[in-house]
């Protein structure tokens, strides 16, 4: 499921399940940065969402792989603007190249149980 | 998962492909979109914004993958600025009526579905990678239009003509679409895992029940375990480079 983290060059990515079917994903300054970046048509981070597909660091620069929900994605670019800018916040990244994926298709087993409870809160049945 | 054999025929059939899938989605996306207002109850004009959304989002994903078939052609690789479109003639001008609305996506649609269904374990990647989430918001299409067919077929009398005149008007070019039975290079390729005609027998098996049950005058029969066309097709009008029927006033000029 997820790779070590090294002293330069990393790669993690999900997903890993929680015995209730939720998605697990990991803990390092990459992905914790991007848990305080929010869809910005629902107050759920993107990687409670299971956008965050993975997260690959090289020296300065990282290369995000990111899905959505709808190939319609109204919000495709705010997303990425935002995805840019926290990245770019952390010590030593000099540059993020985003790359849009579609495999694996977004389904709701990748939402975190986090997720899943902030969507039901917000009155979406999941 | 194989590699496309580079030949100039195969990579102009791959843009030609993603060309006729682009700018079927996009101008489904654009007429759906129209109806989000006009539709004949609140639900379906929900519904045909919802779709709108998905149609252009498809669009979108796919218009990316010209620009790298085909660099060379410049803007003719963007929705915006294309002056040639590979749609179906019936998407030329917005729709009339709902129940045109209904028939594009039984029908059009439904075969753009076929295609990407065949081209899951597709030697083109980038058009397998989107396969999957394509056929993954199309099944909601396909239960949108297969229970609107029934619903206005019941309804008899001048709304079953109607639904049924829509129909047989784009069912010729759809069927068509699929391509000429000896054009198999998709197929060959792997970029396809079928030939236009197991394509065209696909699609009938997915819309003839829906189009038996609601008693359509539509030319299809049994046969066997499948559906065979009891009217040859006129290829006479076949546009082989842009995947459209030519009108018929139109033939030899």
Known sequence: ??????????????????????????????????REVEDPELA?????????????????????????????????????DDIRSRLLRIAGVTSVDIEVVW????????????????????GVSV | MQNVTQT??????????????????????????????GAPTLESAVASAAMAQDELGHARALYPLLRSLQPEAGAENEPETRTVFSNVSYLDQSFAAWEDFIAANVLIDGALTTVFAAALASSYE????????????????????DGWVRRLAREGGAVHAAIERALQRDWDETLCWFGQDDDETLASAGVLDAPPSELRARFLAAVAPTIEAAHLAIPIRHAGDGWELTAPLPWDRWDAIRYRLNAADKQGK
């Open chain 1, 1 to 34: 499921m997820v790779a070590p983290m090294t002293s330069n060059t990393s790669r993690t990515s999900g997903v890993s399940r929680e015995s209730n079917a939720c998605a697990v994903y990991p803990h390092n300054e990459l992905w914790d940065a991007l």
């Open chain 1, 44 to 80: 759920i981070s993107l990687v409670d969402m299971g956008l965050i597909v993975s997260i690959q660091r090289s020296g300065g620069a990282v290369a995000v792989e990111l899905t959505y929900t709808a190939m319609g994605c109204p919000a495709m670019e705010m997303i990425q």
């Open chain 1, 103 to 122: 495999e694996p298709v977004w389904t709701k087993a990748r939402l975190t149980s986090e997720g899943r409870d902030a969507l039901l809160l917000s």
């Open chain 2, 8 to 37: 100039p025929a195969v990579k102009t059939a791959i843009a030609q492909l993603i060309a006729r899938l682009a700018d079927n989605k996009y101008y489904l996306g654009r007429y759906f979109a129209e109806w989000c207002s």
């Open chain 2, 126 to 145: 980038p058009l397998a990678g989107r396969a999957r989430k394509v056929l993954q918001e199309e099944r909601t299409h396909a239960m949108h239009g």
